[in-house]
């Protein structure tokens, strides 16, 4: 089973740039979500969606934007990257109501 | 808003010993779950253990175990014969959201956990 598929693993942009972070799950799952870990903070919530076609925003949104057109695809997008969007992103979805998290294996991502 | 808060960013344990990762929330809610994830240098984040809330019964898997305070809003993990695979970032999380329709997970900041051999 592949989980939950996010590509690319590392990149490199320049501040101004735009690029989109891959997910996919073959799970089925309806909920899916999209963090970011930077050093001391944890994993903090940046859109995530209960379904196709629904999606919301979390805890950090601003600069990201996201959309869901099937249940499998869960795409973040960064209109215009900055330093500040340095981070780890993680994607999860999630099975059901009881709520155990499957991760993606993280996308490294350098702003400079 | 629900909060999530581990007050020890780093922890050590000699290996074969036991240690106890503290986890404290804040929430309203009376439906919820709590869950341990960890996470080796790999960057692979992994379920360790799930406790619902309205089990009073301490969620247990293996040499890891947690101690669910619900009214104190405490939520620590035990881990057993400590081994050199258990040093790890470990994380709490709490999801809850089930009436409002969220379903948002809230994770702490987590406690990086040495084991010395």
């Known amino acids: 089973n592949a989980g939950v598929t996010q590509t690319p693993k590392f990149q490199v942009l320049k501040t101004g740039q735009s690029m989109t972070l891959q997910c996919a799950q073959d799970?089925?799952?309806?909920?899916m979500s999209w963090y970011r870990q930077d050093p001391g903070m944890g994993l903090r919530l940046i859109h995530y969606?209960?379904?196709?076609?629904?999606?919301d925003q979390g805890e950090v949104p601003n600069g990201y934007n996201v959309s869901r057109s099937t249940t499998e695809d869960f795409p973040l997008r960064l209109l215009s990257a900055a330093p500040s969007q340095t981070s780890v992103y993680f994607c999860?979805?999630?099975?059901?109501?009881?709520?155990?998290?499957?991760f993606g294996a993280g996308t490294r991502l350098s702003v400079l | 808003a629900q909060t999530v808060t581990q007050s020890q960013p780093e922890m050590s344990v000699q290996e074969a010993e036991t240690v106890t990762l503290s986890c404290t929330y804040d929430?309203?809610?009376?439906?919820?779950?709590l869950f341990w994830y960890k996470q080796p240098p790999s960057r692979q984040m992994i379920l360790v253990i799930r406790q619902e809330a309205y089990k009073q019964q301490n969620a247990t898997e293996n040499r890891f175990s947690v101690n669910f305070q619900k009214a104190a809003k405490s939520f620590s993990l035990k881990i057993s014969d400590s081994q050199l695979g258990d040093a790890a970032m470990y994380f709490c999380a709490y999801r809850g959201g089930f009436t409002s329709g969220t379903y948002k997970y809230i994770f702490g900041t987590g406690t990086r956990l040495k084991v010395l051999a």
């Open positions: 929430t309203s809610e009376s439906d919820y779950y």
């Open positions: 999860a979805s999630t099975m059901g109501r009881g709520g155990i998290q499957y």
């Open positions: 799970m089925n799952h309806e909920y």
């Open positions: 969606s209960v379904g196709a076609g629904i999606t």
